[in-house]
């Protein structure tokens, strides 16, 4: 299935929970368009349906009803190990919480896509590296997260959902974990290294502080987007000195 | 993945090592327990399986085990010998008696009287002497633990004398009999002798104990001494099989041990379960990250079971290091000698504690397995 652009496409896109009285209507009709090459941001109040609709996208939850299409396929049509891989290859997580391996060191949490995906220890770690050199973090290789500024612990997560090359990336809240100055230098990496023709991204927020960064702005709200704003995305500044 | 999993597991050291330290506990008590168990309830058979001439043991119909004998006539040596089947047959005295050392010490002890003219039935292994020397007057070979019982800290030599029943009894022989169950001391003298040392007996025919004709199955020949005789015919593997099921059933010995096996078990399945259930529950972010950037559940299962066979493998390890150590420092220790660590313990506590780490783990896997990966974007 051709892409023609357009990284996911949703439409009329449901997700129920639960059933007779405890049944709640998280998603009510979603229609999307995600462009690669684009930041897109799901923006709202706190139980507007963001994570839902986020989870849905990435096939983590499937949707109740409507057509999704992602990156040309319909994870409905997916079977479960077929819908893991197509995680594994296209994809790319950024989560509020890091969620870093504590065991591990950063370039082997960065390693850990490759190494699901069933590339050697020693090569992956090594391209684990060699990722976090690219986000200046090479002195921070061999640190473990616990020995990480919230902020680093990020870039090294960022770095996780960019190491396999992705087509996708879904972040959850990038920033609500971090201070206003350290999360505008994340948004400038992710901005800076995540977007490029071919890939999109995908962010969840409310912090308005960020808005910038986004190419498209969906406002969510109970379970329905109220509102697409097209936006002019900020370029991080080490971009406009290129 | 499966230095994710390892370094996953040791990350934690305190938890890594109080599973480790469980499962080497329970395995331990598993099988020190279970080896002093073997060990002792083997000791009722210990003078049955010392006799290595003989293969048949015939005594009175109702006779229980070996320690309880009730005489049978002389002539029942005859019938014995007449039956088909049976190539000889020598009597045997198994009995108690009392003895009495130089300096007033005295014990119960365990005597064998063995047939003069073969001395079958004698000990398997002589430390000091020779048992052509129980043809002398009065000769009985000890055991070195009665030895030492008599005479302690003096060297193991020939030449001293006991006395039972108000008479001399002259050790010309120190033996390594099995331990008995009791620990008693074992003296051996010859049948003819052994009336003196006990007093009067109407009948000393504990046992006669035959052999078989070559190529005669033992079974057989037990089969044809009873229906020719009306006694009870065993084989030295069934007579001390007797033995054991005597003990088994009549003593609170089993009761005893399987209490602390029964706690060795749950200690060993509840605090290793419940440790690296914990230890799952806690890494279930990590988990749920894992099974959302793309890991197969296949793949996370490889990976706690992998976590579970090191705990286990290590634990198991440790603990069969602590119970070799143990009986290594014990098995020359004259009150516990003859309790070893058998070989088929060990394996079978490898198969508790696999059955045990499984179980364990196996809760952690379906925790995880029911894990939605959504959960990670839940902050």
Known sequence: ???????????????????????????????????????????????????????????????????????????AEL??????????????????????????????????????G????????????????TLGMAHRAHALPSELSGGEQQRVALARALVHEPKLIVCDEPTSALDGGTGHAVMELLSATAVRPGRAVIIVTHDARIFDFADQIAHMDDGRITSLEENRRMVPPQLLRH | MNFVALKMLVADRAKYFSLIFAIAFASFLLANQVS??????????????DVVDADIWVMDPQTLYGDEVYALRDYDLYRVRSVPGVEWAVPLYKGNGRAKGPDGRFRTVILMGLDDATLVGAPRKMLVGSLQDLDQPDAAIIDKAGYL???????????????????????????????????????HTRYSQALGFVGRERNLLSFVLAKPTPGTPVEKVCKGIEAATGLRARSTAEFSLDAFLFYLRNTGIPVNFGITVIIALVVGTVIPGQTFYIFTVESLKQFGALKAIGVTNRRIVGMILLQALVVGGTGYALGMGITAAFFARTMNYLPTRGIIFPWQVMAAVGVVVLVVVGLASLISVRRVLVLEPAVVFRG
Request: glycine content about 10%; proline content about 5%.
């Open chain 2, 149 to 187: 019982y008599f005479f302690p800290g003096q060297p193991l030599e020939v030449g001293k004398t006991l006395q039972m029943n108000e008479r001399r009894v002259l050790i010309v022989g120190i033996s390594d009999a099995s331990a008995p169950f009791q620990s008693f001391p074992v003296l």
């Open chain 1, 1 to 75: 299935m051709t892409t023609n652009g357009i990284a996911v496409l949703s439409q009329d896109v449901t997700k129920v929970f639960g059933r007779g009285d405890t049944q709640v209507q998280a998603l009510r009709g979603i229609d999307l368009n995600i462009r690669l090459g684009e930041l897109t941001m799901l923006v709202g109040p706190s139980g507007s349906g963001k994570t839902t609709l986020l989870s849905v996208i990435t096939g983590l939850l499937d949707a109740t009803s409507g057509d999704l299409v992602v990156l040309g396929r319909r994870p």
């Open chain 1, 79 to 116: 079977s479960g190990e077929d819908l893991i891989l197509f995680r594994r290859e296209n994809l790319g997580f950024v989560f509020q919480q890091f969620n870093l391996i504590p065991a591990l060191t950063a370039a082997e949490n960065v390693a850990v896509p490759l190494l699901a």
């Open chain 1, 118 to 133: 069933g590339v050697k220890r020693q090569e992956a770690v090594a391209r684990g590296e060699e990722f976090l050199a």
């Open chain 2, 36 to 49: 002093i168990f073997i060990g002792i309830m083997t000791r009722p058979a210990s003078q049955i399986q």
